[in-house]
């Protein structure tokens, strides 16, 4: 990223991801869980801003992107979708972002998404998933001792929600 447009406006990198009990985030075919109260939180903390995301979970989003959502979608082909815009790496989003006077930018998977935007991230929301897949896509970086959770919110099953699990935000510590 240039110093110009990170001096002039700053871009603070946020990931949001659904995590099982024994730290995947997918089956590899997509998420299990319909959890509606999650949605509605991934829709809320990603209202009107930008979301950098894989061309393979971007694919499989399709129809999850609200008006404001600004998706960047991380791909190395040119993307074909009336929504989104390629960018080839997590400084080009930066950038991108910057370019429009800077906020926020949400890592919204999949695995190398993840990966690649790890090392910059400040924030994170992590809905953990009390149940265990046993297999499929495994979260990439997460090293929890190089965070501090600050808020935490658990949620029992219920008709809508068929395994229990927490909503909770983290900060890299030392942000």
Do not use: C, N
């Not at 919204?108 to 046993?134: C, D, F, K, N, S």
Request: glycine share 12%; aromatic share 8%; charged share 25%.
């Amino acid at each position: 990223m240039s110093e110009r447009a990170d001096e002039a406006s700053p871009v603070l990198l946020v990931g949001v991801a659904m995590v099982s009990r024994d730290g995947f985030i997918s089956t590899g075919r997509g998420v299990p869980w319909d959890l509606p109260v999650d949605r509605a939180h991934f829709r809320a903390v990603t209202a009107g801003k930008a979301l950098l995301v894989g061309r393979r979970t971007f694919e499989e989003m399709q129809g999850w992107f609200q008006p404001g959502h600004w998706p960047l979608v991380l791909t190395r082909r040119p993307l074909g979708a009336a929504v989104g815009e390629a960018v080839s790496g997590v400084e080009e989003a930066r950038d991108r972002v910057a370019q429009r006077g800077g906020g926020e930018l949400w890592v919204i998977g999949g695995a190398a998404a993840y990966a690649a935007a790890m090392p910059q991230m400040q924030v994170m929301w992590l809905t953990r998933v009390e149940a265990e897949l046993g297999e499929g896509v495994r979260f990439p970086g997460w090293v929890q001792a190089d965070w501090r959770r600050v808020r935490s919110e658990r949620h029992g099953v219920d008709a809508s929600h068929p395994v229990a699990f927490s909503i909770e935000q983290w900060v890299r510590s030392g942000a």
